[in-house]
């Protein structure tokens, strides 16, 4: 049987990572995990419990109460997506609005939250055969993995992509609204102190600004085997 490899996603927040990686961890019969739905799992449940007022994050209380989130996967049948739940309550409709992209970036600044979200990355991916996207997969959470791929994207591009999206689900938004948190949340990501987004230094560079999506996932499965085939 063929050896099975830990895939890296990491990059800009709407490059495609998402979209791509799942298609991958499909075609090659890979377990598939999304680690931006987790820390929009646990703003959900900030914003939802009042630990975010006027903007302003209570970390002390969010530590307080990171015992009563449980993040899991279930699998929905109609498409075969992985779709996120909070404590057993799938929320995977709810975690993609811009009220929490608003919130995430700051949600994922804060150290006891990265520890508990990424020793569950840990456990998920140890028997290998997993494509993780996220933005430190590559540097934190599996720096070991046999292929790791940073993905990028101008950002007029990804709010274009991500605007269109939002519109397509009936949500009431602005596209500089949503140029705007693509903007912000590449600063606040690049620059917290703990595990900043940056291309590992293994890492393969896929810029997706004048990809389509064949292309995108083209590219990632002929890197895939070629690693495979080692
Ligand atoms: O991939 P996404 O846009 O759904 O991710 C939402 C946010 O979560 C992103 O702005 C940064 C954070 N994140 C992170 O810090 N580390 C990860 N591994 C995945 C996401």
Redesign the pocket.
Known sequence: MQRKITIAI?GH??TG??TAAKQLAQELGYLYV???????AV?FFALRESLINNGILDTTKLEDRLKDITITFERNPENGNNEVCLNGKNIEKE?RTLKV?NV??K???VSTV?SK??EQ?QKMGAEKGVVM?????GTV?FPNAELKVFMTAAADERAKRRYDELKKRGDKVEYDDVLKNVIE?DH??SN?ED?P?VQAEDALLLDTSHMDRDEQFDTLLHWAKEELSK
């Open positions: 990491d927040s709407s990572k998402s999304d680690t931006g739905a987790m820390y929009r703003s975690i992209s995430v970036s949600i994922a600044e990265r979200l990424v990355q996207d996220g933005r430190d997969i959470v949340r606040i990501d917290r595990s987004l």
